[in-house]
């Protein structure tokens, strides 16, 4: 193994405070999107199919999504740069798996989570939003989400960080918060861009919240809120099982799992070199 | 078209078609924006691909929205129909009829570029701008990845199945099955990855500095003209949008 490849990002740098700075950029354009969208809603979209809000949505999301990935994707380890394509193949097959068990849950973010258990926020949010950009080549609806995709794969690295992922009872929680945020931040998308969500069974219950009088980014707020935080719990529970079916051998050669401890038990002996 | 558009003209065309879509807001436009994809589809003669992929995506979404806005419009004022709680509004079906059109132009736009785009051209073209090298590895590994995988997830669905691996009715019985093939899948592709790491570091995938590309993909000035107009015309649409609905609460 060659561990020099496998070192966490080493800071100092001297493209390091560039970097940074790219990284707080792509995150202040995701929140003063959101902020703006909220305030500025349409209080009549009978008015018309409010495209002014979604322009900004748009841009402001992937801006912020394109920011992170430029300023994360250079500095992560080549070890990291090839699970990328390995945790988008995952979101993909994976989700078709579970779709086969007839769970009435769309689980599309499973190997998102596991490289950001494995490899740390930055490498997750990277994943996030690159899975969101790859994958708009077949389904070009994914793409304005690549900000809530970049959000899950971060907050899921933090939980990590923070050792949720030790306790098997924490990971759901964990997977809980970060679907309430990550559906949040992905609301508006959803209203402005898309005018509603794909899929019948989400379809209704914003009908009912929109047959209460609520308006359309509040009943898409509230679906998400039911639907999303649900959805996340199953994903980051099927992740952290993963993570543990895995060889240790396997794990515990990612300097992310062992500097932070991410997972229970003792790392192997020697780890080699 | 008989010549092979350079990739960033074709992904450009496609952007500048949504934006505009988008920023006009104009359904008859969003309709010949769909019309046209589908005609320049059926040129290129990848329809019969195009059109199944953007009707799976589709129609679920212009259901939902039918019965979204169709039913359930608050806002709506012209009623035409009501069956207790929910009332067919003339606003909502037109809202319905925007929506779904403007995304069905956006997505017919994005799936011709897509599914006409030469991968290589693509990520060799992105190597020549300043594009992370690391962005055009992604790209093009996953669309290599994505076929072999199902082939591997087919055999280690034998292989389990040799082993007495039987899927029955009931939860459990599935879930387990699913374990069985995914932790085998799983294991795998990350051992995969962990070796192709080390090759690629010793190819010097790591190190930065410029990178340089054995395939040249033709860039005839024509084609950057027309990039510039598109991006322009672009800007116009979304810049005219802005200025004729800047929200009033807002200091601009």
């Keep these: 193994m060659s561990q020099s490849a496998l070192t966490v990002t080493a800071p100092g740098q001297a493209a390091g405070r560039r970097r940074r700075l790219l990284e707080i950029a792509g995150a202040a354009a995701i929140a003063a999107t959101y902020i703006f969208l909220v305030l500025t809603q349409p209080a009549d979209i009978a008015n018309g199919p409010a495209s002014f809000s979604a322009l900004v949505a748009l841009g402001g999301f992937l801006l912020g999504a394109v920011l992170l990935i430029v300023a994360v994707l250079p500095v992560l380890p080549t070890s990291t740069v090839v699970l990328i394509p390995v945790a988008l193949v995952l979101n993909v097959v994976l989700g078709q798996l579970m779709g086969s068990t007839g769970l009435p849950f769309y689980i599309d973010a499973i190997g998102t989570v596991l490289i950001a258990v494995l490899a740390g926020p930055a490498a997750g949010a990277a994943t996030g939003a690159l899975s969101s950009i790859v994958w708009s080549f077949f389904n070009p609806t994914v793409l304005p989400f690549a900000a809530g995709a970049a959000l899950i794969g971060f907050l899921a690295g933090m939980a990590a960080r923070g050792g949720l992922f030790r306790r098997f009872y924490f990971a759901p929680i964990a997977g809980f918060v970060t679907g309430i945020l990550a559906g949040v931040v992905s609301a508006p998308i959803a209203a402005f861009v898309f005018g509603g969500t794909s899929g019948l069974g989400t379809g209704a219950i914003v009908s009912a919240f929109r047959a209460m009088g609520d308006t359309l980014l509040a009943a898409i707020t509230k679906q998400a809120l039911i639907s999303d935080p649900m959805d996340k719990a199953i994903v980051f529970t099927i992740a952290a099982l993963l993570a543990y079916a895995l060889p240790r051998r396997t794990t515990f050669q990612f300097p992310f799992v062992r500097h932070y401890r991410v997972l229970a038990g003792k790392s192997p002996a020697t780890p080699d070199a | 078209m008989k010549q092979r558009l350079h990739p960033f003209t074709a992904l450009t065309a496609a952007a500048s078609a949504a934006v505009v879509t988008t ?37 679920p979404l212009c259901l939902s929205l039918l019965v979204l806005h169709g039913l359930f419009f608050p806002e709506g004022q012209t009623v035409l129909a009501q069956w207790g709680p929910a009332r067919v509004t003339a606003e909502g079906l037109g ?113 930065p500095g410029p990178r340089t590309t054995y395939r040249e993909v033709a860039d005839p000035p024509a084609q950057r003209r027309f990039r510039a107009a598109a991006l322009v015309f672009a800007a116009a649409a979304v810049a005219g949008r802005i200025v004729a609905s800047w929200p009033a609460g807002v200091p601009s």
């Design chain 2, 95 to 207: 809202f319905a009829l925007e929506l779904g059109t403007r995304t069905t132009a956006c997505v017919l736009a994005f799936l011709l570029f897509s599914f006409t785009v030469s991968v290589p051209d693509l990520v060799s073209a992105l190597a020549g701008r300043r594009v992370p090298p690391q962005f055009g590895f992604v790209l093009a590994s996953t669309l290599t990845l994505l076929p072999a995988v199902s082939v591997r997830l087919d055999r280690i669905r034998q292989a389990q199945e040799t082993r007495g691996m039987v899927v029955r009715r009931g939860l459990v019985s599935r879930l387990g099955a699913l374990r069985l093939q995914m932790v085998p899948l799983v294991l795998a592709l990350i051992d995969d990855a962990g070796s192709r790491a080390q090759a690629l570091d010793a190819r010097g995938f790591g190190s």
């Design chain 2, 23 to 59: 920023a006009a807001a104009y359904w008859p436009l969003s309709v010949a924006v769909a019309l046209a994809a589908v005609f320049l589809a059926v040129r290129r003669e990848v329809a019969g691909r195009v059109l199944p992929a953007a009707a799976v995506i589709l129609t």
